[in-house]
């Protein structure tokens, strides 16, 4: 059972314009929210996090919001880059145990493949 | 930079076979993970390591193994392998587990089992 859901598993949008990749989460403890970008043949890098205490984190051109109350978090990408074009991963942390500070579980979402068009 | 990397980019291999893939980190990590990427699935953890010798269960273990005799290196072992272990093998490594540490991954090992 998937705990991190993303329902649109491609996006496509013009170059210059925006890019509004979504993300919903079933488990409130999660903490901690990540972006990973994958490019083919390559291995996912991570792109921007947000701190479940935050509803906004901004990095350059990738901005991500947190709507705790809705379990809903989105990555915003202004303006597009043919660059972008790659899959977005959400990913959320989760403190599975009280003492040891192992005891953090990653969950990610399906990914959702941007295409930037020129 | 960090670097993680696999020994194999792609793999094919025949049922019932052992198979054995491994991962290297070069930035002195304690924690080591072994993701499986599939279609519609996303990645899903396998087997994690804190310390050299230690291992933990993740979602979906069954029908892996794991082995961690170095610090660098994560080692995931498919005892015999099945068709329905035809993935994308993902390895990655990060400095601490706590919330704000990022994971930093390899590039992927495609088995396929035929």
């Known amino acids: 059972d998937q705990q991190v859901k993303q329902n649109s598993p491609s996006l496509s949008v013009q170059e210059g314009r925006i890019s509004i990749l979504n993300c919903d989460y079933t488990n409130s403890m999660f903490d901690y929210f990540l972006w990973y970008k994958k490019y083919p043949a390559e291995g996912p890098t991570f792109l921007i996090s947000i701190s479940s205490i935050k509803d906004k984190n901004e990095d350059g051109r990738f901005t991500v919001f947190l709507n705790k109350s809705a379990k809903h978090l989105s990555l915003h990408i202004v303006p597009s880059q043919p660059g972008d074009s790659a899959v977005y991963f959400c990913a959320a942390k989760i403190k599975i145990g009280p003492f040891n500070p192992n005891d953090y579980k990653l969950s990610f979402g399906a990914g959702t493949t941007v295409t930037v068009r020129a | 930079d960090v670097k993680v990397t696999q020994s194999s980019r792609y793999l094919v291999k025949r049922t019932g076979e052992k198979v054995f893939l491994e991962c290297v980190q070069d930035?002195?990590?304690?924690?080591m993970f072994w993701y499986r990427q599939d279609p519609g699935l996303g990645l899903r953890l396998i087997y994690f390591s804190y310390d050299v010798k230690m291992k933990e269960k993740g979602d979906i273990p069954e029908g892996y193994s794991v082995s961690r005799e170095k610090k660098e290196r994560f080692s995931l072992i498919l005892e015999s392998a099945s068709t329905n272990q035809t993935s994308m093998y993902l390895c990655?490594?990060?400095?601490?587990?706590?919330?704000?540490?990022?994971?930093?991954f390899g590039p992927g090992t495609r088995l396929t089992v035929t």
């Open positions: 930035m002195d990590h304690e924690n």
């Open positions: 990655a490594s990060s400095e601490g587990v706590g919330a704000a540490y990022e994971q930093y």
